[in-house]
């Protein structure tokens, strides 16, 4: 049987793409490289698919170059790195993993602001110093979250998953997004609010949305002075939803508490970054869906639409359903 040949822009656990391995001749990109290597990009005009990474930009320059191509499946849920509109217009089909990552991005989100709140990086780094002599009063105090109020930016899958775990710590829900939910205000009490208006009441904003033309730099000079000079930004979005230099003057300045960003702008930032310099911000290295389950499934996912897609058939997860035009 002639196998497909897939583009694997980056290695996985084999074990995680035993399922569909039969069926593919993997080519796989470097590890530890961002984007597409010199030497993933040789290989495009042969490959069939391609199993790419969020960190992918994946031009219509380089699907120029790939006359094979029927699919990229993208591992992750967001396809922000790809340009869709040229996928489209060469009748290629783009996949997604929505739903996979959900629990695990809505709990770094909690893991963000409780270790904001209660200076959980401080504490530990005083007692791996020896710095930890007594009980203390009035050492390392932070606040709770009951009562607090929360901004979500974006009441989406994981917006909803964020407002209900911070409703069972007893936080006050504000939302913003396109339109308002009235499953989400029933279930949780939460409350609809323009944008202006949730980041000059709330005590924490939690950025949720998809990275398009309308949420690049939603969070910028204009919108950071709005935020209460107590409050504190999470983003487990996408980089880019926040200018950063904006942000560095805000931390710097004090418009805002703290900051939590498990994606930046630049990706990876880079060590001697601004940002690196203030211990209120916390920095991780884009781990929103890094536990096991959610990278497993993630993986099924991704394979899943890969199968579909080199086959002809409907994707389970397609982030451009007009690419069907072009093949009529
Ligand atoms: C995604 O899938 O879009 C996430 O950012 C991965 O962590």
Redesign the pocket.
């Known amino acids: 049987m002639n196998k497909y040949k897939v583009l694997l822009t980056h290695p996985l656990p084999a074990d995680w793409l035993a399922s569909v391995s039969g069926e593919v001749d993997w080519v796989v990109g470097p590890d530890n490289c961002m984007g597409i290597s010199p030497e993933v990009k040789a290989c495009l005009p042969e490959v069939d698919g391609i199993l790419s990474f969020?960190c992918d930009r994946i031009s219509g320059e380089h699907l120029a170059t790939a006359g094979k191509l029927k699919v990229i499946s993208n591992y992750?849920?967001?396809t922000d790195n790809i340009d869709l509109a040229a996928c489209s217009r060469q009748g290629i089909a783009v996949g997604n993993?929505p739903g996979a990552?959900t629990d695990a991005?809505a709990d770094l989100t909690l893991a963000l602001m409780l270790t904001l709140l209660r200076q959980l990086p401080q504490a530990a780094e005083a007692a791996r110093k020896g710095d930890w002599k007594m009980w203390y009063a009035s050492r390392w105090l932070g606040e709770g979250l009951r009562g607090a109020k929360l901004g979500i930016v974006g009441m989406g899958k994981i917006g909803s998953e964020v407002a209900r775990r911070a409703s069972g710590f007893g936080m006050e829900i504000i939302y913003t997004g396109r339109n308002p939910k009235p499953e989400i205000e029933s279930e949780l009490s939460a409350r609809y609010a323009k944008l202006q208006e949730l980041l000059a009441v709330c005590d924490i904003v939690t950025l949720h949305a998809p990275l398009t033309q309308e949420t690049h730099h939603l969070i910028n000079e204009t919108t950071l002075k709005l935020m209460k000079p107590n409050s504190i930004l999470i983003n487990t979005a996408r980089g880019a939803e926040v200018e950063t230099s904006a942000l560095v003057r805000a931390l710097k300045e004090g418009w805002i508490k703290a900051a939590g960003l498990d994606?930046t702008d630049p990706e990876p930032l880079p060590p001697d970054h601004p940002l690196y310099a203030f211990s209120n911000c916390l920095i991780l290295p884009?781990i929103?869906?890094?536990t096991i389950s959610a990278r497993r499934k993630?993986a099924e996912m991704a394979c899943a639409n890969l199968m579909a897609g080199l086959r002809g058939e409907a994707l389970t997860h397609c982030a451009n359903p007009e690419y069907k035009e072009q093949l009529k």
């Open positions: 969020l992750a849920a967001g993993t990552l991005t994606v884009h929103g869906s890094a993630m």
